[in-house]
């Protein structure tokens, strides 16, 4: 379902537990958009939970790139809000001790760079509709398509 991802060459991944600071543990960069992965350890268990993405494509033809907070995929992760008008930064942490899942691995790709201007709102929504073909429904924190 991932292999999509492959040919972008700028990306990683980090782990999140309910305890740390996700705006220090983020390694994500401040200056690109992408899409982000979560995977969530459950019960000695890794599940796809989340599929998201930070930009859009300009009028231009170019990428959009979030400014505001620490910027670009990072701000992303850290601020966007989740389960409510809450930052992830807060509201992972609390979700996490909810459902009991024990840690959290990111993985984030820049969809653009000098060979691919993709935008990153177009392949999460491809991600998203794979996910969804092969299992029946969306990532369990993902609400829509």
């Given at each position: 379902m ?37 995977y ?18 300009k ?10 907070g620490?910027?670009g ?10 389960f ?24 984030w ?11 990153p ?25």
């Amino acid at each position: 379902m991932l292999d999509d991802l492959t040919k972008y060459k700028q990306h990683d991944h980090f782990f999140f537990g309910q305890r740390d600071d996700l705006k220090n543990v983020c390694n994500a960069p401040t200056d690109k958009s992408g899409v982000y992965i979560v995977y969530a350890l459950t019960r000695g268990k890794v599940k796809l939970y989340y599929i998201g993405c930070s930009g859009k494509l300009k009028k231009d033809g170019s990428i959009f790139i979030r400014k505001a907070g620490l910027g670009g995929i990072k701000d992303r992760i850290v601020n966007g809000h989740q389960f409510g008008k809450v930052p992830r930064k807060y509201s992972w942490p609390m979700q996490m001790k909810i459902e009991d899942v024990e840690a959290l691995d990111i993985y984030w790709y820049v969809t653009h760079d000098e060979k691919y201007i993709d935008c990153p709102r177009i392949i999460e929504n491809k991600l998203l509709q794979k996910h969804l073909d092969i299992y029946g429904r969306l990532p369990k924190w993902n609400k829509e398509l």
